[in-house]
């Protein structure tokens, strides 16, 4: 079985910094795109960045300048490095993958349990 860990979410004051992990294990034979979404309480879950396998990578207009997403191919894990943290950025992250899970399988897309950060005074 597929497990995704995201660790490193916590409480940060509005300017602040945070690093998020995300640890794939198990069944995995090749990883494609990885990335990070996040949902605020009353709101829809949407992207936040993601990272193919190439090393491309996307943002969604409000992070971009601030977050930078970065992976390590050797580690199976993925990053999410918040600067500059403002209250609106406070939710759950959840990290994403598209992988395979077997040499010639089908690819699925997994998902973590989430993190909390949260950004306040």
């Known amino acids: 079985q597929v497990q995704l860990v995201e660790s490193g979410g916590g409480s940060v004051q509005p300017g602040g910094s945070l690093r998020l992990s995300c640890a794939a294990s198990?069944?995995?034979?090749?990883?494609?795109?990885m990335g990070w979404y996040r949902q605020a309480p009353g709101k829809q879950r949407e992207l936040v960045a993601r990272?193919?396998?190439?090393?491309?990578?996307n943002y969604t207009d409000s992070v971009k300048g601030r977050f930078t997403i970065s992976r390590d191919n050797a580690k199976n894990t993925a990053y999410l490095h918040m600067n500059s943290l403002e209250p609106e950025d406070t939710a759950v992250y959840y990290c994403n993958a598209d992988l395979r899970p077997r040499p010639r399988s089908g690819w699925y897309v997994y998902w973590g349990q989430g993190t909390q950060v949260t950004v306040s005074s």
């Open positions: 990272i193919t396998n190439g090393g491309i990578t």
């Open positions: 198990g069944s995995i034979f090749s990883i494609n795109t």
